[in-house]
């Protein structure tokens, strides 16, 4: 081990890819950030140009190397977290044969899932699968919409790749998933760990097309010389399978042992927890990931719409605030907003918040669920919606917390991880809501990059195990719960659930009307 080593890790996600240079002590040094679009070409239809992926990584690396000085030559490693069930078709030589291709929000394959559960038992696939999303978002069935509906491009491909595989593929050559990537295919079965055959015949699809499953450490292969100029990086440089984003950030978020658990706080925003089983539950269908350790899972149940909602309250309710911020009057809208809400009490008057706005997870009664504001009065306040709406997202994430309980496992404390893990408000609600203490340390924003450079570090020999990402964290502070508050909040709760109901079931209503 050299002390002037340093790895690379990205994460790659819907909104763009961020670059985090890492020491081998789990530090986070310097990050950078480029931004790209998700083409919607119908409401369906959700994708994104797998080589503007590619290019991020170009671009971040380079600018990643300038902004911190580091030398180019110091870099052994590099490793992608990637957002998941991507499908993305090459050809025998690695070309990619479709410029836009579908990512994991996409739902266009409604009519080829239907076909596949007229042979395969939907409850039997979900257990043995995890797979709790929308079937029609899972890998397989996109595919079967490629032989379905572009049958000279199917004919043409060779394999069918995730995100961060693509890009693995044009900085190596090498054609390979790893088992948390692929236990997002529809096809794999998590408790052996492999493609189930069954499956994979049930969807009429070429055997052939599915990659070969390495561990998520495994490197890989090194730097090509065309990649390593793109970079401005050495053809020395390892290159290690890497993850899904979910576990990834797992492994990122301290989820190196049993019961461990973390929220992250995003545009969207999901709880998992950290097992030697999958949590399953063919009710509330949390989805489960393969871990990238060996032999553990990450299962999770999410909401589909919460920094999302909460910024549309921001754009919607405080504009005022957004401007001032732009004009440099204040430092932050977000932090205008919170305080606002402070200046309400606990209920928030009585206003409830449902932030369903983008349509129900698979928790929720209906996928056609609506979300917005119940109970508004003339003596409402501005503090008062924006209070209802910081609730109303944490009540969303409560009931989340009690369907992975009802599986079975007990959690202790939270780590909190995302931009909205920021507000000290917000974690104190959470804590109070919850009734369980909540972390908040120096990661943040880059756990699903610590969880990748962590692989680079263990796959190349550097760690002998994860155990240096605890001390990676660096404590920032703990929220305690309240006894008190956690009592005010639990009818305002109870309420949020009853409204949930109703809102599911006008939402059925208001879909059946279109």
């Not at 020491?23 to 409401?43: A, I, K, N, R, W």
């Not at 919460?306 to 932050?332: M, T």
């Amino acid at each position: 081990m050299n002390k002037k080593d340093l790895i690379i890790a990205y994460d790659l996600g819907t909104g763009g890819i961020k670059a985090s240079l890492f020491d081998l002590e789990g530090h986070s040094l310097c990050d950078t950030f480029s931004q790209y679009d998700v083409v919607y070409t119908g409401s369906d239809f959700h994708e994104q140009a797998p080589d503007v992926w590619y290019d991020g990584i170009c671009s971040t690396t380079r600018l990643l190397i300038e902004k911190s000085g580091a030398d180019p030559q110091n870099i052994v490693g590099l490793s992608i977290s990637g957002h998941s069930l991507g499908v993305v078709p090459v050809d025998k030589n690695g070309k990619l044969l479709r410029s836009m291709t579908p990512i994991w929000s996409d739902t266009r394959a409604k009519k080829q899932a239907k076909e596949f559960f007229s042979k395969i038992p939907y409850e039997e696939w979900y257990i043995k699968t995890g797979n709790g999303f929308p079937a029609e978002c899972y890998s397989v069935f996109k595919m079967m919409w490629y032989r379905d509906n572009e049958p000279e491009m199917y004919a043409n491909t060779y394999k069918i790749l995730g995100s961060k595989d693509y890009c693995n593929l044009r900085l190596t050559g090498r054609m390979c998933t790893d088992h948390s990537y692929a236990s997002g295919s529809g096809v794999y079965d998590l408790l052996k760990n492999r493609y189930d055959e069954e499956y994979i015949a049930a969807s009429g699809l070429r055997r052939d097309l599915f990659p070969e499953i390495v561990h998520s450490h495994d490197v890989i292969g090194t730097l090509t010389p065309q990649a390593a100029a793109d970079l401005g990086l050495s053809t020395s440089v390892k290159v290690v399978a890497g993850g899904v984003d979910n576990s990834c950030m797992a492994l990122g978020a301290r989820g190196i042992e049993n019961n461990r658990a973390y929220i992250s706080l995003g545009s969207s925003s999901w709880i998992a927890v950290i097992s030697d089983k999958p949590l399953v539950d063919v009710e509330k269908k949390p989805f489960v990931f393969a871990h990238v350790i060996d032999g553990m899972y990450a299962s999770a149940t999410s909401i589909f719409a919460a920094g999302s909602s909460f910024r549309w309250v921001r754009d919607v309710l405080c504009f005022d605030l957004v401007e001032k911020e732009k004009a440099g009057l204040i430092p932050d809208a977000y932090v205008a907003m919170n305080e606002l809400a402070a200046q309400s009490p606990i209920g928030a008057n009585n206003l409830q918040f449902n932030p369903s706005l983008a349509g129900g997870a698979m928790i929720e009664q209906s996928p056609n669920i609506v979300g917005g504001f119940v109970g508004l009065q003339l003596s409402h306040t501005r503090s008062d919606m924006i209070r209802a709406a910081l609730e109303g997202i944490t009540y969303n994430l409560w009931y989340a917390m009690t369907v992975l309980e009802s599986c079975g496992v007990s959690v202790p404390e939270l780590l909190m991880v995302g931009g909205g893990a920021k507000s000290p408000f917000w974690r104190q609600m959470f804590a109070d809501v919850f009734n369980r203490n909540m972390i908040k340390t120096n990661v943040d924003q880059n756990a699903a990059s610590l969880g990748a450079a962590a692989l680079v570090a263990y796959g190349l020999g550097l760690w002998k195990d994860y155990t240096a990402i605890d001390k990676a964290h660096e404590l920032q502070s703990i929220e305690k719960p309240d006894k008190a508050r956690a009592e005010l909040y639990r009818p305002h709760y109870e309420m949020s659930r009853y409204i949930a109901g109703w809102l599911a079931q006008t939402g059925d209503k208001l879909a059946a009307g279109r």
